[in-house]
């Protein structure tokens, strides 16, 4: 009796460790540090008045630079805001074959102080199957499952 069984490894284009915006001098520092990054070509940034609203692309490509092995830490800088207002924003990253991941969002309402709003982003992949003796089959099903964390801190 022989068994044989296979199974697929499946890598996310990008493990992200974090996504942060601090709002300084009546401006948003976002910025974001990458575990590993696999195929990827660019991230960009967008931006919406409303959590669940349109999401406007506001930054130019932000070419990656990181790797499979290492990742990098990024920032951008948004200088169009307006005082006591709230942002939201969402960072997608881009493959090389164009496919898409996005993280966020996360909002700030910009104020006279200073102020850092962490999404610490993390992703459970559940893989299951069916097993059939005497066959190279597997039957599988994989259900990503994301979690983010919130931590607003006035500094």
Known sequence: MCLAVFVEIVYAAVTLVDFTAQTIDLKVIL????ASETNMQYFVILRSNQE??????ISD???TQGS???GLLYQYVD?????NRTYYYKLE?????????????????VLSKTYTNTVTPSETMTVTGTLT??????T????????INRTNTPT
């Open 31 to 34: 910025k974001w540090e990458t």
């Open 52 to 57: 669940n609203g349109e999401y406007t692309q």
């Open 61 to 63: 490509f932000i070419y």
């Open 68 to 70: 499979t092995e290492r």
């Open 79 to 83: 200088t169009d805001v307006i005082i």
């Open 93 to 109: 990253a881009v493959e090389y074959d164009y496919k898409t991941q996005s993280f966020g969002p996360v909002s700030i309402t």
């Open 133 to 138: 003796p005497n066959t190279s089959t597997m």
């Open 140 to 147: 599988k099903t994989i259900t990503p499952s994301p979690t």
